[in-house]
């Protein structure tokens, strides 16, 4: 019976660990202004159309 609560114990442990995890991407997330997230995304854009134009020309879409 002792080892039902230690595997409850370690589940709960890892769904706190799990919280933990997310919180923190969270807040790293919201730490960024607009305009670093429109500058992040404009370069995002801007590789991806580089990476379309090495691409055969019947391979695009």
Sequence with gaps: MRWWKM???????GVAATGVVIARAERRRR???????????RERVESARE??????????S
């Design 31 to 41: 730490a960024y202004t607009p305009e670093e997230i429109r500058t992040r995304l």
């Design 51 to 60: 990476a379309g134009d090495a691409q055969p020309e019947g391979r695009r």
């Design 7 to 13: 595997l409850g114990l370690a589940g709960i442990m």
